[in-house]
């Protein structure tokens, strides 16, 4: 477990400080993450990468010439918000578009999504690409809904080395989804991670056995089997990962083969190198050559014990960009000539708008949520373990940590809006906005969006009354469903969400009394969230392990529930 730690709900953060400051000549501090120190040519294409931190050496790591421009790092386990992907972004831009570029995961999909609306509505072409290389998380056949692990690295070496060629636009993002199409990778875990200031690892495997398909935040394999030799685990990847060589490798004759043996934290180099001996050999044997292998720790997950093996197989474009120079604080190949650096100024933390007053009775009104997040806060916390534990089953465990997060950030904001005058939906937004850059992930990204399309419905002139109120929590179920595309009986927050809102407006157009309507919406929502333990999740994160999750609901239609149950009082 991670032992040197301050505040845990600062490591992240922290981590990040210690690394620009060790790195100051090659890396420079932004919102939101870290650019290059170095100039990078006008008109070039911008390549920025990013996701939760605990992977060092993704993603801050590979930020140099021949790579990445910059890296967008959110919380532990948790993707950075769309307010930092655009910061980080914005600050990379040389005039040939950017690229945004992650591993499939829900709540980066959110995010580096929603910044690139924003990036775009600024006039900036943006293009977002997914790294989709774990073979356990879902079949060949829906190749585009794998998670990312260690293939991040060879997608955003043969994408940088692309745009330090001059390579236009549209010819990085061909070459990036080439090569995200030719990867492929698959680990093995002996031990569960565990999170700073936590006192049990997110998941535990019994002495003498493995588990197989294991994801990066956490999240358990796909299935378990008896600890085997390290030669057998070699095989097992080896033989699994060749099993998707793709046609057009084998057709054209293709013997060329990028080879990574990942460390996940804990299982250190030697271990490494004594499975890289038999990938090596198995390798030989079915006539591939690797080139310019790679064995060490590139994407960790914390204190994971496991590794993980992947294969990028290579043509003369896909070989000539990956064994092209790169030089990064933790990534470094052949010879890059030096670059001028940056002259511009860099501001790491931009003040927001000013805020412009509101109307009284919105401002009283406004006075009233802040008390409202101030609860949202408190439930949260004396919940937050049994989130966690909920999330773990199928999921990584963070849920109750990212809410907390999350809860605290967007009752400090909303205080401070308040406080300079914003009426209601100023200050539920300045709310949303702190509640997704602090969060993270798709929790992050839903309550951010909830609190700001229901603020939006409450406006900053006029008190709430019902039919706001009623309009609100529609708008902000509309707003989840948008942006994350979940629906009924995908086991998600939209399964208590949605009974919550039909219910409140049904029952404020029969003439209740708010409050009466408040707890009526919020036992719906309880109920709901209660039979998500029913069927297995057919989206985000957990859906990969779908069944094991059946017998228990689902923790953010939980976390949903236990808000607006506290928050029933406050509606009256």
């Given at each position: 477990m991670t032992v040197v730690c301050n505040d845990p709900s600062a490591f992240a953060d922290e981590a990040l400080e210690g690394f620009a400051a060790a790195h100051a000549g090659r890396v420079r501090r932004v919102r939101g993450g870290v650019v290059r120190a170095s100039a990078t040519p006008p008109g070039r294409v911008a390549l920025v990468v990013g996701g939760g931190s605990g992977h060092y050496p993704a993603f801050a790591g590979w930020v140099g010439p021949g790579l990445a421009h910059g890296a967008a790092c959110g919380n532990l386990f948790a993707s950075p918000s769309a307010a930092q992907v655009a910061s980080v972004a914005r600050a990379c831009e040389a005039g040939g578009g950017v690229i945004l570029s992650f591993g499939n995961y829900a709540g980066d999909v959110l995010h580096f999504g929603q910044a690139a609306v924003r990036l775009r509505a600024e006039g900036l072409d943006v293009r977002v690409l997914t790294v989709t290389d774990d073979i356990a998380s879902a079949p060949p056949e829906d190749h585009g809904a794998r998670r990312g692990i260690a293939g991040d690295l060879p997608v955003f070496k043969i994408m940088g080395a692309a745009a330090e060629h001059g390579l236009d636009i549209d010819e990085v993002e061909r070459v990036g989804r080439r090569a995200v199409a030719a990867t492929r990778s698959l680990g093995v875990a002996f031990g569960g991670c565990t999170l700073p200031g936590a006192a049990e690892p997110l998941f535990t495997i019994e002495p003498g056995r493995m588990a197989i398909g294991l994801g990066i935040h956490g999240e358990p394999g796909i299935e378990e089997r008896e600890l085997a030799s390290a030669d057998a685990v070699a095989d097992l990847l080896v033989d699994r990962l060749l099993g998707e060589r793709p046609a057009w490798h084998v057709g054209y004759g293709e013997d060329r083969v990028a080879v990574l043996v990942n460390g996940l934290g804990e299982t250190k180099y030697e271990e490494l190198y004594v499975v890289h001996r038999r990938v090596a050999a198995r390798l030989a044997e079915h006539g591939l050559r690797p080139v310019d292998p790679e064995v060490g720790e590139l994407v960790t997950s914390l204190d994971m014990a496991g590794l993980s093996l992947t294969l990028t197989f290579l043509d003369d474009e896909l070989a000539e960009l990956w064994e092209a120079p790169a030089d990064s604080p933790a990534y470094r190949k052949g010879l890059v000539e030096p670059r001028p650096a940056r002259a511009d100024d860099l501001d790491a933390s931009a003040a927001p708008p000013a805020i412009a007053a509101g109307a009284e009775p919105s401002r009283t009104a406004a006075r009233r949520l802040v008390t409202a997040l101030e609860t949202v806060t408190d439930v949260i916390a004396a919940h937050e373990e049994e989130l966690g534990r909920l999330d773990a089953v199928a999921g990584d465990g963070d849920h109750g940590i990212g809410m907390r997060r999350g809860a605290e950030a967007a009752a400090t904001a909303g205080a401070e809006a308040a406080a300079a005058g914003a009426g209601a939906m100023t200050t539920l937004v300045r709310a949303g906005e702190a509640w997704a850059e602090r969060a993270g992930g798709t929790s992050g990204a839903l309550w951010g969006a909830m609190l700001t399309a229901f603020g939006a419905a409450l406006g900053d002139e006029t008190?709430?009354?019902?039919?706001?109120?009623?309009?609100?929590?529609?708008?902000?179920?509309?707003?989840?469903?948008?942006?994350?595309?979940?629906?009924?009986?995908?086991?998600?927050?939209?399964?208590?969400?949605?009974?919550?809102?039909?219910?409140?407006?049904?029952?404020?157009?029969?003439?209740?009394?708010?409050?009466?309507?408040?707890?009526?919406?919020?036992?719906?929502?309880?109920?709901?969230?209660?039979a998500t333990a029913d069927f297995p999740a057919r989206l985000g994160r957990a859906r990969v392990h779908g069944e094991r999750g059946i017998g228990t609901p689902d923790a953010g239609a939980v976390s949903f529930a236990l808000i607006v149950t506290a928050l029933s009082e406050e509606f009256e």
């Open positions: 008190a709430p009354d019902a039919g706001r109120l009623a309009a609100g929590a529609r708008a902000a179920v509309d707003a989840v469903t948008e942006l994350g595309g979940a629906r009924p009986g995908d086991k998600t927050l939209v399964d208590a969400a949605l009974p919550f809102a039909e219910t409140l407006a049904k029952a404020l157009e029969e003439g209740e009394p708010a409050g009466r309507a408040g707890a009526l919406a919020a036992r719906a929502a309880k109920r709901a969230a209660d």
